[in-house]
């Protein structure tokens, strides 16, 4: 079983990670927003650099291009940057062309065992 953390809180990211515990953190632009007024890229960034493991960041766009220009762009805040983007056909699309091109994705918002199964067949590394 791995732990994963689904927030932006800085501080309570450093304290799980301090047991030696965490696996990772999954988080969003909602979840950066509830925090001090960093921007998502920001913290992101911040965060990479405090976690050893997968760090995921969701994109906002809604159709494939922003989704894969907006991916693009988080992969390249840190090398443990991972992509995240919702179980809808555009979304599926992206995380096909990010994966394509050796990113890192994770689809979130996956309800049934027929979206994780088009999730995987994407190519997404997490679901």
Same mark, same amino acid.
């Given at each position: ?36 007024? /960093? *921007?998502?890229?920001?913290? &992101?960034? !911040? #965060? +990479? ?18 989704? /894969? *220009?907006?991916?693009?762009? &988080?992969? !390249? #805040? +840190? ?28 689809m979130t918002l996956c309800f049934s065992a027929t979206q994780a199964i088009l999730a995987a067949a994407a190519g997404a590394t997490y679901i």
């Amino acid at each position: 079983m791995k732990l994963w953390l689904d927030t932006a809180n800085i501080d309570e990211i450093r304290e799980i990670n301090s047991w030696g515990v965490l696996a990772g953190i999954t988080t969003n632009p909602t979840l950066v927003g509830k925090e001090r007024g /960093v *921007d998502f890229e920001t913290l &992101l960034k !911040e #965060i +990479a650099a405090e976690v050893d493991g997968p760090v995921c960041g969701e994109v906002v766009s809604t159709n494939r291009a922003g989704m /894969v *220009d907006e991916g693009l762009k &988080l992969a !390249e #805040i +840190a090398p443990n940057i991972v992509v995240k983007a919702p179980v809808t056909p555009d979304g599926f699309a992206a995380v096909k062309e990010l994966t394509a091109r050796g990113i890192k994705t994770n689809m979130t918002l996956c309800f049934s065992a027929t979206q994780a199964i088009l999730a995987a067949a994407a190519g997404a590394t997490y679901i």
